[in-house]
Every structure is written in C-alpha cells, then in structure tokens.
C-alpha cells in the first residue's frame, strides 16, 4: 500500500519548537518531490514548504521563512518539517503531499501541480 504518515504534531507554547516527520510506506521518497501543507477550517490551504528530489532545492512560504526548515532524510525514507518559534497563527492542521513532476518548488507550493499522495494530516496548536 502506498502511503505517507504524518507524524509529530501537538500543543506546544508560542516560542516553543516541533519537529513534523512524513514517512514514506510503498515507495521511496527520494524519487518525489515533497511539500508541507496547512490548513485552518474554513481557511485555505497554504503551502508551507516544499523540497526538489532532484537538487534539494527549496522553497518557504513568506510567513514561515527564517523559523521552518525542511529536509530529508532518505536512509528513513522520511522528510522532516522542523518548526521553530512557533506562533498562534501557525496553528493548524499540517499535510505532506508527493508529486512526481514539478517544475519549480514553489509551483508545487503554489498547487499549480495536483499531489500523487497525501498523507492524513497532524494536528498543531499553538498558544499564545
């Protein structure tokens, strides 16, 4: 069964730090590219981060760039979503998504590319 599992979310204090992991069962995730995705009820859903399976590169929304960093590691077949200087806004709940083709990260964090494989989501809270 191909899947991603979301993991590593939780309540946490404004300032304090989580560390996502999304795993990859059925597949290799160094094959595809890799976003982080969040959503609020009743909000869109924004693009967190995304990172190329062919250079590394990545890309940052503007309201998360400086405090997350995105990375893989592709001997756990995992990437990691560390998340620093949490704030209430960052509260909500975050997916990771695999897309075989992309052109650019950021497209693929602008959804201009429909994801392969979506994982079932984790829950962050944060408070103020």
């Known amino acids: 069964q191909l899947q991603l599992v979301e993991s590593g979310g939780g309540l946490v204090q404004a300032g304090e730090s989580l560390r996502l992991s999304c795993t990859a069962s059925?597949?290799?995730?160094?094959?595809?590219?890799i976003g982080w995705f969040r959503q609020v009820p009743g909000k869109v859903r924004e693009g967190v981060s995304c990172i190329s399976s062919i250079d590394g590169s990545t890309y940052y929304a503007r309201s998360v760039k400086g405090r997350f960093t995105i990375y893989r590691d592709n001997a756990k077949n995992t990437v990691y979503l560390q998340m620093n200087g949490l704030k209430p806004e960052d509260t909500a709940v975050y997916y990771c998504?695999?897309?075989?083709?992309?052109?650019?990260?950021?497209?693929?964090?602008?959804?201009?590319?429909?994801?392969?494989?979506w994982g079932q989501g984790t829950q962050v809270t944060v408070s103020s």
């Open positions: 059925g597949f290799s995730l160094d094959l595809v590219h």
């Open positions: 998504a695999a897309v075989h083709e992309i052109t650019t990260v950021q497209a693929m964090c602008l959804e201009h590319f429909e994801s392969d494989y």
